[in-house]
């Protein structure tokens, strides 16, 4: 009796222990599977830059004033409503949709198709207002570790590497355009106790032509070297964006002005 009553014992045990795995193993299971739904599709570098480069336009209608690339964007704002442009560093692995919608936050997680991501997507600041137009074009991107998104900007800490990309092409269904970079530099987000400090990311509209003139001055105060180029009131800016890991809160951002 006692041996039966042991062995039922066991058996029990090793009813439980297996019941209790499968559990564990079901729960793992289901984990990585709402992981990869949350985390969504990785989307490289090399893909978005093939993205552009498959939307098939009609060859007749380019002209003079009318590019292939603005005719490619159209065809994706078509598709995809709040891309407003595609940002891109010739000779580079930058070529990217920019999106633009009401929170600065949307972006952060979800990419130009609107699906969740956590590589998000590259966004224009909500306040930018194509109707007057807005003086700086401030684009944000993250910077992966895995070499996706705005990683790659931080090259842009080596000069040779400037010296042989000094451009930046922004093309909207509009205008296809290249800007001259005038300044490189770190920056971070700043405590609002924190005074007399440069919050470039702040600056989208110009009030006045002294608020330009101070954003100009500013930027390439901080640049880590000098470009030998600069902009005038009137001019238009672009401003490219990231974080940079080596302090809290720490920013990386390139601006040039439109030269063509």
Not at 24 to 46: D, M, P, R, Y
Request: glycine share 4%; aromatic share 14%.
């Amino acid at each position: 009796m006692g041996k039966r009553r042991a062995k039922h014992a066991e058996s029990k045990k090793i009813a439980i222990i297996r019941t209790v795995l499968i559990i564990i193993f079901i729960i793992c299971v289901v984990a990585i599977v709402v992981i990869k739904l949350l985390g969504g599709k990785e989307t490289t570098n090399q893909e978005y830059a093939q993205t552009i480069e498959n939307v098939q336009v009609n060859e007749n209608e380019v002209t003079n004033e009318v590019t292939e690339r603005m005719l490619q964007v159209q065809e994706l704002k078509n598709e995809y409503n709040n891309v407003v442009g595609w940002v891109e560093i010739p000779n580079t692995n930058m070529s990217f949709p920019v999106v633009q919608t009401t929170d600065n936050d949307y972006y952060l997680r979800h990419n130009y198709k609107d699906e969740y991501s956590k590589d998000g997507a590259i966004f224009l600041d909500k306040d930018y207002d194509w109707t007057i137009p807005s003086s700086n074009l401030l684009i944000y991107g993250h910077n992966n570790k895995n070499g996706n998104m705005f990683q790659s900007l931080l090259d842009y800490q080596d000069k040779s590497f400037y010296d042989e990309h000094p451009n930046i092409r922004f093309t909207t269904p509009d205008e296809d355009c290249e800007y001259e970079i005038i300044a490189v530099f770190f920056s971070r987000v700043y405590y609002k106790n924190e005074k007399n400090v440069f919050r470039y990311y702040y600056f989208v509209n110009a009030e006045n032509e002294e608020e330009f003139n101070n954003y100009v001055s500013e930027s390439k105060k901080a640049s880590i070297y000098d470009t030998g180029k600069t902009a005038e009131y009137g001019d238009q800016l672009i401003t490219l964006s990231t974080c940079e890991y080596s302090q809290e809160d720490g920013r990386f951002a390139i601006v040039a002005r439109k030269i063509k």
